[in-house]
């Protein structure tokens, strides 16, 4: 078998490779099991700036990772990729800053990336890079001589062309993916997007959709255990004999927090017989702090949290908890099967996996209803949720009032069909069908 080589921006630190790991090292765990693979990356730090790679090795998994300088990563991570190209990239255009010397440094870094890189590469070996920060590292390796394959899957959404082309010199993106023997998206709406906007270069058009999974089988085993310890013990405690709507995301302007919290906060106005019987409990831990956008927002959702528990929480009961703290994993794996509803609304999400751990922790006997934003790729193959367009607070209200009155027996015949859909796409047949498209393209280029 061939040697399989990840790249993304970040490679986890060795806490975060095993258990309680989270995002890219869970979904590719499977994929890397039992096989020779190295994975290369961005360490997290920018400690000691050097594209000289530094390797460990853990079982088959080399792992070797670079410091970046702070100015090439200033511009290219904090501005080219997460101030440009992932407002951008999720349909939010009038939340993009584009700088020249942003681009400049994503270039530079993507430059970097590939010249550090090659030397660790052998022939034979099956390259697959991930996400947005990475478009031209394909093209970077081509221009240094290496010839063998290399895949690229975009976890974000692509955009209709139209929005694209706000992008200043998005053609030269463009082209960098035709350096990829395989591009995979999230969904078929994603793969219609870039095929057209490459179609319109003239490029080939091979995007195809890879929608992204969890394991849900060993999430399912990790909520199980986790509801039944400590910290869920005193979540169920203190809820009383109210119904918990849960909202687990990282504080993100995508995820559609403000309308989520005026959804509940509607919810409580216009269908008071859930008064003092429901808590929804949001966990958003700070991301991307240091970018202007992510500041305002958390500014907003301060304020907007306070007005609702202001206006209706009664001496013994407070409507909205809001956690800006991390949790662990485990723990809200737990809090997941606790729940009685899942709020996932994002206004715009590649996949969304939160909404695919809360259906995998529920209790079979007595699951939970969940509530998907229709722009989550998740929305694709997730019937039996209640689907929603998260930018309406009142349809939120509405599709929350119906999730709570629910009967047990519809709530199972729903969730019956999400659990099916959860397992049909696992981490681990993304992963494996991903790799499998790589070899089909080599043989057909061979
Ligand atoms: P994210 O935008 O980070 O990922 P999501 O898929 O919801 O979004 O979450 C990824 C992982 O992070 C999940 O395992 C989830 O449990 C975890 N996570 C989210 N919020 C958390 C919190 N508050 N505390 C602890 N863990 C949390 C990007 C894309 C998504 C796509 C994924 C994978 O934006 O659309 O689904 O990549 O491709």
């Known amino acids: 078998m061939s040697r399989l080589v990840i790249v993304s921006n970040r490679v986890p630190a060795p806490r975060e490779r095993g258990a309680a790991a989270g995002g890219l090292a869970v979904a590719l765990r499977e994929a890397l099991a039992g096989r020779e693979a190295l994975w290369f990356g ?8 050097s594209y000289q790679p530094r390797q460990t090795r853990a079982g088959r998994v080399t792992f070797a990772t670079i410091d970046l300088p702070q100015a090439d990563f200033v511009g290219y991570y904090r501005g080219f990729s997460n101030g440009m190209l992932w407002p951008l990239l999720h349909h939010r255009m009038g939340l993009a800053e584009f700088r020249r010397e942003d681009l400049a440094a994503y270039r530079r ?19 697959w890079v991930h996400d947005y920060h990475l478009i031209p590292l394909g093209a970077g390796l081509r221009r240094r001589g290496f010839g063998g394959r290399i895949g690229f899957f975009l976890h974000v959404p692509f955009p209709p062309r139209v929005i694209f082309e706000a992008l200043p010199q998005g053609e030269d993106l463009l082209a960098d993916f035709g350096a990829y023997d395989v591009l995979g998206v999230q969904t078929e709406e994603d793969a219609e997007n870039l095929n057209e906007a490459l179609a319109r270069r003239g490029l080939p058009a091979r995007a195809a959709s890879f929608p992204i999974g969890i ?9 199980r255990a986790a509801a039944a310890g400590p910290d869920g013990a005193r979540l169920r405690e203190s809820l009383g004999q109210r119904a918990l709507i849960l909202g687990v995301d990282r504080l993100d302007y995508t995820k559609g927090l403000p309308q989520r919290f005026r959804g509940f906060a509607q919810l409580l106005r216009r269908f008071p017989e859930h008064r003092n019987r429901v808590t929804f409990l949001q966990v958003a831990p700070v991301s991307r702090g240091d970018v202007a956008q992510y500041r305002t927002l958390r500014r907003e959702l301060d304020e907007l949290a306070g007005r609702i528990n202001g ?17 662990p994993r485990t723990t809200l794996a737990g809090f997941q099967r606790i729940a009685g509803i899942g709020l996932v ?9 939160v909404a695919k751990e809360f259906v995998a922790a529920q209790d079979p006997a007595n699951p939970g209803a969940l509530v998907l934003s229709r722009f989550a790729g998740a929305a694709q193959a997730m019937e039996g949720a209640i689907l929603v367009n998260p930018h309406d607070p009142d349809e939120i209200a509405e599709a929350l009032h119906i999730a709570l009155t629910l009967p047990e027996a519809e709530r199972r015949v729903r969730w019956e069909r999400m659990w099916q859909a959860v397992r049909r796409n696992t981490a681990g047949s993304w992963a494996r069908s991903f790799i499998a498209a790589l070899d089909v393209a080599a043989a057909r280029a061979a």
Request: aromatic fraction near 10%; glycine fraction near 6%; hydrophobic fraction near 45%.
């Open 109 to 127: 870094v993507n430059e970097g990336f590939a010249a550090a890189l090659l030397p660790l590469l052998r022939p034979g070996d099956v390259v």
């Open 215 to 223: 394991e849900p089988d060993t999430f399912a085993a990790e909520a």
């Open 345 to 353: 609304t994002p206004l715009r999400d590649g996949m969304n996996l």
């Open 311 to 327: 206006e209706h929480a009664e001496f013994d009961w407070v409507p909205l908890r809001y956690l800006t703290q991390t949790v």
């Open 42 to 49: 961005w360490s997290g730090s920018n400690h000691a700036p």
